[in-house]
Protein backbone atom coordinates (compact mmCIF):
# COMPACT_ATOMS: atom_id res chain seq x y z
CA UNK A 1 0.00 0.00 0.00
CA UNK A 2 1.27 3.40 -0.96
CA UNK A 3 1.53 5.70 2.34
CA UNK A 4 0.20 8.77 2.46
CA UNK A 5 3.32 12.22 1.91
CA UNK A 6 3.81 14.94 4.58
CA UNK A 7 6.17 17.84 3.57
CA UNK A 8 8.14 18.67 6.84
CA UNK A 9 9.97 22.61 7.12
CA UNK A 10 13.01 21.43 8.75
CA UNK A 11 16.16 23.08 10.43
CA UNK A 12 17.84 20.26 12.00
CA UNK A 13 17.29 20.90 15.48
CA UNK A 14 15.72 19.11 18.32
CA UNK A 15 12.22 19.84 17.50
CA UNK A 16 11.82 19.25 13.88
CA UNK A 17 14.21 15.83 14.55
CA UNK A 18 12.06 14.62 17.05
CA UNK A 19 8.82 16.37 14.97
CA UNK A 20 9.71 13.91 11.52
CA UNK A 21 9.87 10.60 13.56
CA UNK A 22 6.77 11.54 15.66
CA UNK A 23 4.62 12.29 12.21
CA UNK A 24 6.12 9.29 10.80
CA UNK A 25 4.56 7.24 13.61
CA UNK A 26 1.32 8.85 14.15
CA UNK A 27 0.34 9.13 10.67
CA UNK A 28 2.21 6.19 9.26
CA UNK A 29 3.47 8.89 6.46
CA UNK A 30 6.00 9.06 4.07
CA UNK A 31 8.19 12.57 5.56
CA UNK A 32 9.56 14.69 3.19
CA UNK A 33 12.04 17.20 3.97
CA UNK A 34 12.34 20.86 2.87
CA UNK A 35 15.30 23.11 4.09
CA UNK A 36 15.30 26.48 2.43
CA UNK A 37 18.82 28.00 2.01
CA UNK A 38 18.18 31.28 2.91
CA UNK A 39 21.26 32.03 4.11
CA UNK A 40 21.85 30.24 6.73
CA UNK A 41 25.51 29.48 5.82
CA UNK A 42 27.22 26.93 7.90
CA UNK A 43 23.74 25.79 9.77
CA UNK A 44 23.38 23.78 6.75
CA UNK A 45 25.99 21.78 6.48
CA UNK A 46 25.29 17.75 6.69
CA UNK A 47 21.71 18.31 6.93
CA UNK A 48 20.49 16.14 4.53
CA UNK A 49 22.46 13.67 6.20
CA UNK A 50 20.79 14.00 9.52
CA UNK A 51 17.58 14.04 7.83
CA UNK A 52 18.05 10.64 6.29
CA UNK A 53 19.47 9.28 9.22
CA UNK A 54 16.13 10.51 11.10
CA UNK A 55 14.06 9.07 8.61
CA UNK A 56 13.10 11.12 6.20
CA UNK A 57 12.38 9.66 2.74
CA UNK A 58 13.30 12.36 0.94
CA UNK A 59 15.07 15.62 1.20
CA UNK A 60 15.02 18.93 -0.54
CA UNK A 61 17.60 21.78 0.86
CA UNK A 62 17.05 24.48 -2.29
CA UNK A 63 18.64 27.38 -2.38
CA UNK A 64 16.26 30.37 -2.37
CA UNK A 65 18.65 33.22 -1.48
CA UNK A 66 18.37 35.13 -5.25
CA UNK A 67 14.58 34.89 -4.87
CA UNK A 68 14.32 36.08 -1.08
CA UNK A 69 16.75 38.84 -1.55
CA UNK A 70 14.76 39.93 -4.70
CA UNK A 71 11.56 39.16 -4.30
CA UNK A 72 10.47 39.40 -0.78
CA UNK A 73 13.12 41.74 0.59
CA UNK A 74 13.57 44.58 -1.80
CA UNK A 75 9.48 45.20 -2.39
CA UNK A 76 9.21 45.25 1.13
CA UNK A 77 12.19 48.11 1.76
CA UNK A 78 10.56 49.74 -1.08
CA UNK A 79 7.52 50.07 1.12
CA UNK A 80 9.89 51.20 4.07
CA UNK A 81 8.25 48.51 6.25
CA UNK A 82 9.45 48.82 9.97
CA UNK A 83 7.45 47.21 12.72
CA UNK A 84 6.44 49.43 15.33
CA UNK A 85 9.11 51.83 14.37
CA UNK A 86 11.93 49.61 15.49
CA UNK A 87 11.72 45.39 13.50
CA UNK A 88 12.93 45.87 9.94
CA UNK A 89 10.35 42.08 9.65
CA UNK A 90 13.69 39.51 8.89
CA UNK A 91 12.10 36.60 10.48
CA UNK A 92 8.23 37.75 9.04
CA UNK A 93 9.18 38.18 5.48
CA UNK A 94 11.38 34.69 5.49
CA UNK A 95 7.94 32.51 6.17
CA UNK A 96 5.97 33.53 3.24
CA UNK A 97 8.86 32.23 1.15
CA UNK A 98 9.90 28.72 2.93
CA UNK A 99 5.65 27.94 2.97
CA UNK A 100 5.31 28.65 -0.52
CA UNK A 101 8.03 26.37 -1.52
CA UNK A 102 6.91 23.76 0.73
CA UNK A 103 3.28 23.95 -1.42
CA UNK A 104 5.56 23.80 -4.61
CA UNK A 105 6.85 20.43 -3.35
CA UNK A 106 3.36 18.99 -1.81
CA UNK A 107 2.19 19.08 -5.34
CA UNK A 108 4.79 17.73 -6.88
CA UNK A 109 5.07 14.96 -4.96
CA UNK A 110 1.61 14.17 -4.02
CA UNK A 111 1.53 14.70 -0.03
CA UNK A 112 -1.68 15.30 1.61
CA UNK A 113 -0.35 17.72 3.89
CA UNK A 114 2.63 19.79 5.16
CA UNK A 115 3.84 20.21 8.73
CA UNK A 116 5.93 22.88 10.63
CA UNK A 117 7.25 23.22 14.27
CA UNK A 118 6.24 26.28 15.23
CA UNK A 119 4.83 26.94 18.68
CA UNK A 120 1.20 27.70 19.21
CA UNK A 121 2.16 30.89 20.79
CA UNK A 122 4.15 32.88 18.34
CA UNK A 123 3.60 34.18 15.36
CA UNK A 124 5.02 31.74 12.73
CA UNK A 125 2.17 29.36 12.81
CA UNK A 126 0.43 31.69 11.48
CA UNK A 127 2.53 32.83 8.82
CA UNK A 128 3.42 29.72 7.47
CA UNK A 129 -0.75 28.85 7.61
CA UNK A 130 -1.96 31.82 6.23
CA UNK A 131 0.46 31.47 2.84
CA UNK A 132 -0.91 27.89 2.71
CA UNK A 133 -4.17 29.22 2.58
CA UNK A 134 -3.78 31.85 0.30
CA UNK A 135 -1.72 29.32 -2.54
CA UNK A 136 -3.05 25.99 -1.39
CA UNK A 137 -6.69 25.84 0.78
CA UNK A 138 -7.39 22.10 -0.15
CA UNK A 139 -3.58 21.08 1.52
CA UNK A 140 -4.10 20.25 5.16
CA UNK A 141 -1.59 21.90 7.33
CA UNK A 142 -0.36 19.39 10.55
CA UNK A 143 0.92 21.79 13.81
CA UNK A 144 1.85 19.34 16.22
CA UNK A 145 2.52 22.10 18.99
CA UNK A 146 -0.82 22.51 18.52
CA UNK A 147 -1.57 18.90 19.22
CA UNK A 148 -2.86 17.86 22.86
CA UNK A 149 -1.32 14.54 22.07
CA UNK A 150 2.01 16.06 21.07
CA UNK A 151 1.97 17.84 24.20
CA UNK A 152 1.15 15.66 26.88
CA UNK A 153 4.04 13.44 25.40
CA UNK A 154 7.06 16.27 25.06
CA UNK A 155 5.64 18.73 27.66
CA UNK A 156 9.80 19.80 28.35
CA UNK A 157 13.07 19.81 26.86
CA UNK A 158 14.03 16.65 29.15
CA UNK A 159 11.43 14.64 27.00
CA UNK A 160 12.09 15.70 23.92
CA UNK A 161 15.92 14.31 24.34
CA UNK A 162 15.28 11.15 26.12
CA UNK A 163 12.66 10.40 22.79
CA UNK A 164 15.64 11.28 20.53
CA UNK A 165 17.96 9.09 22.28
CA UNK A 166 15.30 6.30 22.34
CA UNK A 167 14.63 6.37 18.40
CA UNK A 168 18.39 6.94 17.81
CA UNK A 169 17.82 10.60 16.34
CA UNK A 170 21.38 12.39 15.79
CA UNK A 171 20.26 15.73 17.47
CA UNK A 172 23.07 17.71 19.67
CA UNK A 173 20.51 19.39 22.84
CA UNK A 174 22.84 21.56 25.05
CA UNK A 175 21.96 24.34 27.80
CA UNK A 176 24.58 25.85 27.03
CA UNK A 177 22.71 28.87 25.05
CA UNK A 178 19.58 29.64 26.76
CA UNK A 179 17.91 31.37 23.96
CA UNK A 180 16.88 30.49 20.38
CA UNK A 181 18.26 31.96 17.19
CA UNK A 182 16.95 32.43 13.72
CA UNK A 183 19.15 32.86 10.60
CA UNK A 184 18.84 33.96 7.78
CA UNK A 185 20.33 37.11 5.03
CA UNK A 186 18.54 39.98 6.06
CA UNK A 187 18.83 39.33 9.47
CA UNK A 188 19.50 36.90 13.09
CA UNK A 189 17.01 37.47 15.84
CA UNK A 190 17.12 35.92 19.41
CA UNK A 191 14.76 35.07 21.89
CA UNK A 192 13.27 32.99 24.92
CA UNK A 193 15.59 32.03 27.70
CA UNK A 194 17.58 35.03 29.52
CA UNK A 195 16.20 36.62 27.09
CA UNK A 196 12.94 36.44 28.67
CA UNK A 197 13.46 39.24 30.99
CA UNK A 198 12.71 42.71 29.93
CA UNK A 199 15.42 43.64 32.30
CA UNK A 200 18.26 41.44 30.86
CA UNK A 201 20.96 43.88 29.01
CA UNK A 202 21.46 41.98 25.91
CA UNK A 203 24.47 44.78 25.20
CA UNK A 204 26.47 43.80 28.48
CA UNK A 205 29.76 42.58 27.56
CA UNK A 206 28.40 39.10 28.91
CA UNK A 207 26.55 38.74 25.98
CA UNK A 208 28.99 39.39 23.32
CA UNK A 209 29.22 35.69 22.64
CA UNK A 210 25.49 35.67 21.76
CA UNK A 211 25.79 38.16 18.63
CA UNK A 212 27.02 36.35 15.16
CA UNK A 213 26.49 39.16 12.28
CA UNK A 214 28.11 42.24 14.38
CA UNK A 215 30.28 43.40 16.86
CA UNK A 216 29.53 45.37 19.07
CA UNK A 217 29.93 49.06 18.38
CA UNK A 218 32.57 49.96 21.12
CA UNK A 219 34.28 47.02 19.75
CA UNK A 220 34.21 48.79 15.96
CA UNK A 221 37.04 50.46 13.98
CA UNK A 222 38.44 53.49 15.15
CA UNK A 223 38.18 54.80 11.66
CA UNK A 224 34.81 55.99 9.91
CA UNK A 225 34.33 53.97 6.44
CA UNK A 226 32.44 55.56 3.53
CA UNK A 227 30.52 53.67 1.23
CA UNK A 228 27.77 54.68 -1.72
CA UNK A 229 24.97 53.23 -2.56
CA UNK A 230 23.20 53.78 -5.76
CA UNK A 231 19.69 53.46 -6.70
CA UNK A 232 17.80 52.60 -9.40
CA UNK A 233 13.69 52.50 -9.16
CA UNK A 234 14.11 52.20 -5.74
CA UNK A 235 16.06 48.94 -5.62
CA UNK A 236 19.97 49.03 -4.58
CA UNK A 237 21.77 47.93 -7.66
CA UNK A 238 25.39 48.86 -7.39
CA UNK A 239 27.89 49.22 -3.78
CA UNK A 240 30.92 51.67 -4.41
CA UNK A 241 30.45 51.22 -8.38
CA UNK A 242 30.28 47.93 -8.51
CA UNK A 243 27.03 46.47 -9.75
CA UNK A 244 25.06 43.73 -7.98
CA UNK A 245 22.56 41.52 -7.60
CA UNK A 246 19.95 41.93 -4.97
CA UNK A 247 21.57 39.07 -3.09
CA UNK A 248 25.34 40.71 -3.47
CA UNK A 249 23.96 43.52 -2.23
CA UNK A 250 22.96 42.03 0.99
CA UNK A 251 25.94 40.38 1.76
CA UNK A 252 28.09 43.09 0.73
CA UNK A 253 26.40 45.43 2.92
CA UNK A 254 25.59 42.66 6.12
CA UNK A 255 29.67 42.56 6.43
CA UNK A 256 30.51 46.55 6.16
CA UNK A 257 26.92 46.60 8.68
CA UNK A 258 28.62 44.10 11.26
CA UNK A 259 32.27 45.19 10.80
CA UNK A 260 30.49 48.38 12.02
CA UNK A 261 28.25 47.23 14.59
CA UNK A 262 25.55 48.70 13.39
CA UNK A 263 21.75 47.43 13.09
CA UNK A 264 21.47 45.86 16.54
CA UNK A 265 17.77 46.24 18.10
CA UNK A 266 16.35 45.17 21.63
CA UNK A 267 12.82 45.34 21.60
CA UNK A 268 9.93 44.15 23.24
CA UNK A 269 7.06 43.38 20.76
CA UNK A 270 3.38 42.90 19.99
CA UNK A 271 2.78 39.11 18.62
CA UNK A 272 -0.12 38.78 16.46
CA UNK A 273 -1.17 36.31 18.96
CA UNK A 274 -1.89 38.48 21.64
CA UNK A 275 1.17 38.69 23.62
CA UNK A 276 4.56 40.61 24.25
CA UNK A 277 7.49 39.15 23.49
CA UNK A 278 10.93 40.70 23.95
CA UNK A 279 13.34 39.83 20.70
CA UNK A 280 17.02 41.16 20.19
CA UNK A 281 18.19 41.75 16.40
CA UNK A 282 21.17 41.77 14.08
CA UNK A 283 20.44 43.39 10.81
CA UNK A 284 23.53 45.56 9.75
CA UNK A 285 22.64 45.38 5.82
CA UNK A 286 19.13 45.87 6.26
CA UNK A 287 19.57 48.69 8.87
CA UNK A 288 22.05 49.93 5.96
CA UNK A 289 19.82 49.47 3.07
CA UNK A 290 16.87 51.00 4.80
CA UNK A 291 18.80 54.13 5.99
CA UNK A 292 19.81 54.70 2.36
CA UNK A 293 16.51 54.02 0.71
CA UNK A 294 14.92 56.38 2.69
CA UNK A 295 17.81 59.43 1.68
CA UNK A 296 17.24 58.41 -1.87
CA UNK A 297 13.62 59.11 -1.59
CA UNK A 298 14.16 62.41 0.48
CA UNK A 299 15.81 63.15 -2.71
CA UNK A 300 13.55 62.50 -5.33
CA UNK A 301 10.32 61.15 -4.43
CA UNK A 302 6.95 63.69 -5.07
CA UNK A 303 5.86 65.24 -0.94
CA UNK A 304 2.12 64.16 -1.31
CA UNK A 305 2.91 60.56 -2.65
CA UNK A 306 6.13 59.83 0.13
CA UNK A 307 3.07 60.82 2.95
CA UNK A 308 0.83 58.83 1.18
CA UNK A 309 2.86 55.69 1.02
CA UNK A 310 4.16 56.55 4.82
CA UNK A 311 0.68 56.45 6.01
CA UNK A 312 0.56 52.98 4.69
CA UNK A 313 3.63 51.58 6.42
CA UNK A 314 1.90 50.70 9.94
CA UNK A 315 -0.22 48.79 7.94
CA UNK A 316 1.56 47.42 5.56
CA UNK A 317 4.10 46.56 8.50
CA UNK A 318 1.55 44.92 10.27
CA UNK A 319 0.28 42.84 7.21
CA UNK A 320 4.10 41.26 6.49
CA UNK A 321 4.16 40.89 10.03
CA UNK A 322 1.24 38.60 10.18
CA UNK A 323 1.54 36.49 7.68
CA UNK A 324 -0.71 38.23 4.98
CA UNK A 325 1.78 38.65 2.09
CA UNK A 326 -0.05 36.65 -0.10
CA UNK A 327 -3.11 38.25 0.68
CA UNK A 328 -4.87 41.30 -1.55
CA UNK A 329 -4.25 43.75 0.74
CA UNK A 330 -0.66 43.63 0.31
CA UNK A 331 -0.75 43.11 -3.31
CA UNK A 332 -2.75 46.34 -3.66
CA UNK A 333 -0.10 48.30 -1.24
CA UNK A 334 2.66 46.77 -3.08
CA UNK A 335 1.25 47.74 -6.35
CA UNK A 336 1.26 51.71 -5.19
CA UNK A 337 4.52 51.05 -3.39
CA UNK A 338 6.38 50.01 -6.72
CA UNK A 339 4.55 53.50 -8.95
CA UNK A 340 5.77 55.32 -6.13
CA UNK A 341 9.22 54.29 -6.48
CA UNK A 342 9.53 54.85 -10.42
CA UNK A 343 11.57 58.03 -10.00
CA UNK A 344 13.56 57.16 -6.93
CA UNK A 345 17.16 56.90 -8.80
CA UNK A 346 20.43 58.03 -7.79
CA UNK A 347 23.31 57.73 -5.29
CA UNK A 348 23.69 57.89 -1.93
CA UNK A 349 26.84 58.43 0.49
CA UNK A 350 27.32 57.08 3.92
CA UNK A 351 29.41 57.08 6.74
CA UNK A 352 29.53 54.30 8.84
CA UNK A 353 30.55 54.74 12.30
CA UNK A 354 30.66 52.61 15.70
CA UNK A 355 26.66 51.69 15.05
CA UNK A 356 25.80 54.94 13.26
CA UNK A 357 24.97 55.51 9.78
CA UNK A 358 25.48 58.85 9.11
CA UNK A 359 24.32 60.33 6.07
CA UNK A 360 27.56 62.33 3.81
CA UNK A 361 25.32 62.94 0.09
CA UNK A 362 22.98 61.84 -1.81
CA UNK A 363 22.39 62.80 -6.24
CA UNK A 364 20.54 62.12 -8.56
CA UNK A 365 19.24 63.16 -11.95
CA UNK A 366 15.40 63.10 -10.98
CA UNK A 367 16.64 65.16 -7.92
CA UNK A 368 13.39 67.51 -7.20
CA UNK A 369 15.52 69.66 -5.00
CA UNK A 370 16.50 73.02 -6.55
CA UNK A 371 19.06 74.92 -5.32
CA UNK A 372 17.70 77.60 -6.68
CA UNK A 373 14.38 78.07 -5.34
CA UNK A 374 15.52 76.97 -2.11
CA UNK A 375 17.99 79.38 -1.27
CA UNK A 376 18.37 81.59 1.24
CA UNK A 377 19.80 84.52 -0.74
CA UNK A 378 17.86 86.19 -3.95
CA UNK A 379 15.98 83.80 -6.19
CA UNK A 380 17.82 83.85 -9.50
CA UNK A 381 14.43 81.70 -11.02
CA UNK A 382 12.37 84.23 -9.66
CA UNK A 383 10.50 81.17 -9.14
CA UNK A 384 9.14 81.77 -6.25
CA UNK A 385 7.62 85.14 -5.01
CA UNK A 386 8.37 85.64 -1.07
CA UNK A 387 4.97 87.86 -1.32
CA UNK A 388 2.91 84.85 -2.15
CA UNK A 389 3.18 83.46 1.28
CA UNK A 390 1.15 85.90 2.91
CA UNK A 391 -2.28 84.72 1.34
CA UNK A 392 -0.83 81.01 1.54
CA UNK A 393 -0.81 82.07 5.82
CA UNK A 394 -4.02 83.72 5.63
CA UNK A 395 -6.22 81.01 4.05
CA UNK A 396 -4.37 78.14 6.12
CA UNK A 397 -5.60 80.81 9.17
CA UNK A 398 -8.75 81.14 8.66
CA UNK A 399 -10.46 78.08 9.79
CA UNK A 400 -7.95 78.64 13.47
CA UNK A 401 -9.54 82.01 13.72
CA UNK A 402 -12.91 81.22 13.28
CA UNK A 403 -12.16 78.53 15.73
CA UNK A 404 -10.52 80.45 18.32
CA UNK A 405 -13.33 82.77 17.62
CA UNK A 406 -16.28 80.32 18.48
CA UNK A 407 -14.82 78.72 20.98
CA UNK A 408 -13.63 81.69 23.16
CA UNK A 409 -10.32 80.28 24.65
CA UNK A 410 -6.62 80.77 24.16
CA UNK A 411 -3.94 78.23 23.72
CA UNK A 412 -3.44 78.71 27.74
CA UNK A 413 -7.17 78.15 28.62
CA UNK A 414 -7.93 81.49 29.34
CA UNK A 415 -11.28 83.45 28.10
CA UNK A 416 -11.21 85.82 25.33
CA UNK A 417 -13.99 88.17 24.15
CA UNK A 418 -15.87 87.26 21.04
CA UNK A 419 -13.93 88.10 18.01
CA UNK A 420 -15.77 89.10 15.25
CA UNK A 421 -14.24 87.40 11.98
CA UNK A 422 -14.37 88.53 8.48
CA UNK A 423 -15.01 85.45 6.51
Known amino acids: MVKNKIVLAYSGGLDTSVILTWLKETYDAEIITFTADIGQKEELDGLEEKAIATGASKVYIDDLRDEFARDFIYPMFQAGALYEGQYLLGTSIARPLIAKRMVDIARKEGAIAIAHGATGKGNDQVRFELTAASLAPDIQVIA ?210 KGNIIGAGVQSPLSLYNPDIATMEADPS ?31 GAKLEQVKVEV
Open 144 to 353: PWRSEEFRAQFPGRAEMIAYAEKHGIPVQASAAKSYSMDRNLLHISFESGVLEDPWFDASADASKDMYVLSVSPEDAPNEAEMVELAFEQGDCVAINGEQMSPLQVMETLNELGGKHGIGRIDMVENRFVGMKSRGVYETPGGTILFTAHRKMESLTMDREVMHLRDSLIPQYSSIVYNGFWFAPERLAIQALVAESQKHVTGTVRLKLY
Open 382 to 412: QAYDQNDATGFIHLHALRLKVASGVHGTSVH
